[in-house]
């Protein structure tokens, strides 16, 4: 069975930090582009951030540059998304998703996660 699972979320103080890992299982994360999404309460689902096969990555929300980083293990068969000086508003559901190549829509990605909640709070 082809699945990727997310995890790391949870609640976390504004200013603080989370890593979220998005791991593989029946099939090499190495073939694939890797893209983190997020929905908030009320809105639709957007692209923060691809890695691509190479390790190039490209970050689609301007507010996350320079806090948050992605990277990839292919030996685990892994991809984490760190994020620092965490924001209430990057509270929401966040999705990892492989596809042929980084896009910050969801066209490209073929096999989406549950999803792991990520709350900012005081």
């Known amino acids: 069975q082809l699945q990727l699972v997310e995890s790391g979320g949870g609640l976390v103080q504004p200013g603080g930090s989370l890593r979220l890992s998005c791991a593989a299982s029946?099939?090499?994360?190495?073939?694939?582009?890797i893209g983190w999404f997020r929905q908030a309460p009320g809105k639709e689902r957007e692209g923060v951030l691809c890695i691509s096969r190479s390790g190039s990555s490209t970050a689609y929300v301007d507010s996350v540059k320079g806090r948050f980083t992605i990277s990839r293990d292919n030996a685990k068969n892994t991809v984490y998304l760190q994020m620092n000086s965490l924001k209430p508003e990057d509270t929401g559901v966040y999705y990892c998703?492989?596809?042929?190549?980084?896009?910050?829509?969801?066209?490209?990605?073929?096999?989406w996660g549950q999803g792991t909640q990520v709350t900012v709070s005081s």
């Open positions: 998703a492989a596809g042929r190549f980084c896009w910050g829509g969801s066209d490209p990605y073929n096999y």
């Open positions: 029946g099939f090499t994360l190495d073939y694939y582009a």
